[in-house]
Each structure stands twice: as C-alpha cells, then as structure tokens.
C-alpha cells in the first residue's frame, strides 16, 4: 500500500523518495480520469436518495406486516444479491433495450446500483423499526392524535435515522 501511494507521488518510482516529491501524477490521472470520478459520485448520491426514498417506507411496510406475502416479497427483494450483476445488467438490458434515450443515460446504471443495493437498505432499517419500543412510541403517539405521516417521519424516521445513515453508506459503497 505504501509503495502504491509513493509511487503516486515521487518524481521517479526507480528512485523512490530521492527523486522528490510531486503532485504531477495527481493531476495527471485526474485530467484523466476526473469526469469518471464525478460521473461515479454522481451515481452514487443518485443511488442513495432513491434506496433511501423506496427502502425506508418499504422497511416500515415490512415490519409492520406479518403476512406470507411481505415475507415472501422480502425474499424476492434480495434476489439482485444471489444472482450475479452481470446478469441483473443483463435483464435491465433486454427489458429497458428498446428504451434507447434510457439506455443510454446514466438513469440505467443508476437504475441497477439501486437494484443491487436496495436490500442492503431495507434490511437494515427494518431491524431498526422491529424494535419494540418504536411500537410502543408508536402507538403512543397514535392515542394523542399524531396522523401516519406525523407519525412516521417525526418519530418513526428520527428514532431509526442511524439505521438509515447506515443502509445509506453501503449504498453509497
């Protein structure tokens, strides 16, 4: 590792340190490389908002419920895990092919990372929002007169907001 790093920042990798030091390679690979890094970032943050905007509801959705369906959906939703990426690429492909301006748009990869990751969020923030006490605040907050959306993002969201800054960054990953 070490030696990865010097070599990014010596004048001359024979020479090792003796060289000097530099920022030339940097720069080099960032005039390169910048707007794959950007593009990447881009993705990335893209990817978070929407897992966290269809992973929370849905985590709350399948905490709550304690019906086969949720449970078989649930197993559904980690699919994209166990089959490889390759092949969810593929699927997107052949269902969004026709799709050419979506195809060819970051939108598709965007699409794929939420596939892969969006289980990495619901599990999470579904343990979250299992806790006995959220239900218990919960239902508190029912008696006193708090409407679902009151409810939910006031209480249940803040209570969980760890849960969710965690499924986030392995989404962002």
């Not at 940097?26 to 707007?35: A, L, M, P, R």
């Not at 993705?43 to 949720?70: D, E, I, T």
């Not at 979250?128 to 919960?138: G, M, N, S, T």
Request: net charge positive.
């Amino acid at each position: 590792l070490v030696s990865a790093v010097l070599a990014g920042v010596v004048n001359n990798y024979r020479e090792g340190l003796a060289s000097g030091l530099t920022l030339r390679w940097i720069g080099e690979v960032w005039s390169g490389y910048g707007n794959t890094v950007w593009a990447s970032l881009i993705v990335a943050s893209l990817s978070v908002v929407a897992a966290v905007l269809l992973g929370v509801p849905c985590a709350y959705a399948l905490a709550r419920s304690r019906s086969k369906l949720a449970a078989a959906f649930e197993e559904i939703l980690t699919l994209p895990i166990a089959v490889p990426g390759l092949a969810t690429a593929l699927a997107l492909l052949l269902t969004y092919g026709s799709l050419q301006g979506f195809r060819q748009s970051y939108a598709i990869i965007v699409v794929g990372h939420v596939l892969f990751t969006l289980p990495f969020m619901v599990r999470t923030v579904s343990a979250a929002f299992q806790r006995p006490d959220l239900r218990e605040i919960e239902e508190a907050a029912r008696t006193r007169g708090a409407g679902f959306a009151r409810r939910f993002l006031n209480i249940l969201v803040q209570a969980v907001m760890p849960s969710i800054v965690a499924g986030a960054l392995m989404v962002f990953t």
